[in-house]
């Protein structure tokens, strides 16, 4: 076993300097998953998503709510390395009547290793067990359907309609709701 398997993550709350960080590990992870033949979706088509919302785009954005990272109905969690490099992250949000994660992902490198299971450990602890909890993914992501159903969650029936999933060519990432029910 390599070093780096063996070395400890550190799961934190995000801060702003990790901005870019968590952008790269969005876009390595989309270009990892989200092209898929059947759907005719393209590596391009996840490059072009990337290339029209720049990360100092988002940065710009994430700075005109200075307080993203403390907004008390929202946390963001990161997963880093023993070189201090983002692997991993989440985002939950608390509402009055359910929990959602909102983003997760893992670097594919990095997968595999109990990384996303301390992540969603840590986002289900803070999103509580006395409300519905839902996640949206991809249909065809399998990988992430079956991770998400050893933590509990059930392909639920909503229809959902996820303005990120929207390609700039118009192409359209099926996506269906996952959802963990209250204890």
Same mark, same amino acid.
């Given at each position: 076993?390599?070093?780096?398997?063996?070395?400890?993550?550190?799961?934190?709350?995000? +801060? *702003? $300097?990790?901005?870019?960080?968590?952008?790269?590990?969005? &876009?390595?992870?989309?270009? #990892?998953?989200?092209? !898929?033949? =059947?759907?005719?979706?393209?590596?391009?088509?996840?490059?072009?998503?990337?290339?029209?919302?720049?990360?100092?785009?988002?940065?710009?954005? +994430? *700075? $005109?709510?200075?307080?993203?990272?403390?907004?008390?109905? &929202?946390?963001?969690?990161? #997963?880093?390395?023993? !070189?201090? =490099?983002?692997?991993?992250?989440?985002?939950?949000?608390?509402?009055?009547?359910?929990?959602?994660?909102?983003?997760?992902?893992?670097?594919?490198?990095?997968?595999?290793?109990?990384?996303?299971?301390?992540?969603?450990?840590?986002?289900?602890?803070?999103?509580?067990?006395?409300?519905?909890?839902?996640?949206?993914?991809?249909?065809?992501?399998?990988?992430?359907?079956?991770?998400?159903?050893?933590?509990?969650?059930?392909?639920?029936?909503?229809?959902?309609?996820?303005?990120?999933?929207?390609?700039?060519?118009?192409?359209?990432?099926?996506?269906?709701?996952?959802?963990?029910?209250?204890?």
């Amino acid at each position: 076993m390599e070093e780096e398997k063996r070395a400890e993550i550190i799961i934190a709350d995000a +801060i *702003q $300097e990790d901005i870019h960080g968590i952008r790269n590990v969005q &876009k390595i992870s989309w270009l #990892a998953t989200y092209p !898929n033949s =059947e759907y005719e979706i393209t590596y391009e088509d996840i490059e072009n998503k990337f290339a029209q919302d720049t990360a100092e785009q988002w940065k710009q954005r +994430i *700075q $005109e709510n200075s307080n993203y990272f403390n907004i008390p109905n &929202k946390h963001t969690f990161v #997963a880093k390395n023993n !070189n201090n =490099e983002i692997i991993g992250f989440c985002v939950v949000t608390k509402e009055e009547d359910a929990g959602h994660i909102n983003t997760f992902y893992v670097l594919p490198n990095y997968q595999r290793r109990n990384i996303g299971k301390q992540l969603m450990d840590r986002a289900l602890s803070w999103l509580g067990s006395d409300k519905d909890i839902s996640i949206n993914v991809a249909s065809y992501n399998e990988t992430a359907i079956k991770f998400y159903e050893r933590f509990g969650f059930e392909k639920s029936d909503n229809d959902i309609k996820d303005p990120e999933a929207i390609l700039p060519s118009g192409k359209v990432i099926p996506v269906i709701e996952m959802v963990k029910k209250h204890r």
